[in-house]
């Protein structure tokens, strides 16, 4: 079975520093990993994804996350953050089941950017 | 904007109502996906068709069915509902296989 760890409920920075939102990963064969943000009352935006490649992915809103095969890790980062980067994100893993296919999300972690 | 629409933004009704939650996916996806976010178990997957047919089934209830038709669009039916099933539901699409799934805005279900 796959599952995805969000060890931070919340994680406050100060706008201008930057930011890591942590995800961990377990899947068996290759991990198909996205990263999702959630502003309140709205829907999932789709960030950014690996499939495969490079471990550096980029992706929306200078969002980068980084994956690490050994410590089976997907972090989200940005360099500089915005107080308009506050929302609930959301780390899923992509598999396959029975005939298709579904996202594993993790817990979420709320991120606070402070002025 | 994700191109996927999802209607009514909110709905309330009673205990043991049945309620119908509809979903228009991005032009040129085939796949629907339908999960569920609540506060007590956070985002679940439920369902999902590709073209018309089911293709996977998660941790959805008995009392719930969906189906695709062949517009494409996809229909959420929950019965007999209870209070724990106030949640708010949301529509994915996507083109097929594990590529990327878009979110429609949801749907938020109150039971009283």
């Known amino acids: 079975a796959q599952s995805v760890a969000q060890p931070e409920d919340q994680v406050n920075v100060a706008e201008g520093n930057p930011l890591t939102v942590k995800c961990t990963y377990s899947?068996?064969?290759?991990?198909?990993l996205f990263w999702y943000v959630q502003y309140p009352n709205r829907g999932l935006q789709f960030l950014l994804k690996?499939?495969?490649?490079?471990?550096l992915v980029k992706g929306s809103y200078g969002f980068e996350a980084e994956f690490n095969k050994s410590q089976t890790s997907f972090h989200l980062k940005k360099p500089s953050a915005l107080v308009s980067d506050s929302a609930l994100y959301f780390c899923?893993?992509?598999?396959?089941?029975?005939?298709?296919?579904?996202?594993?999300f993790g817990t979420g972690t709320q991120l606070k950017v402070e002025l | 904007d994700s191109g996927v629409t999802q209607t009514p933004k909110h709905l309330i009704t009673a205990t043991g109502q049945r309620v119908t939650l509809r979903c228009s996916p991005r032009?040129?996806?085939?796949?629907v996906y339908w999960y569920q976010q609540s506060l007590d178990q956070g985002l679940q997957f439920l369902i999902q068709?590709?073209?018309?047919?089911?293709?996977a089934k998660g941790n959805i209830l008995e009392r719930f069915s969906a189906q695709q038709f062949p517009d494409l669009h996809s229909e959420l039916n929950l019965s007999s509902l209870e209070l724990g099933d106030s949640a708010l539901y949301f529509c994915?699409?996507?083109?097929?296989?594990?590529?990327?799934?878009?979110f429609g805005p949801g749907t938020r279900l109150l039971v009283l």
């Open positions: 690996y499939i495969t490649g490079d471990n």
């Open positions: 994915a699409s996507s083109v097929g296989g594990l590529e990327t799934q878009y």
């Open positions: 899947v068996s064969g290759n991990p198909y």
């Open positions: 899923a893993v992509g598999g396959l089941t029975g005939g298709g296919n579904k996202l594993t």
């Open positions: 032009s040129g996806d085939l796949s």
């Open positions: 068709y590709y073209n018309g047919e089911e293709r």
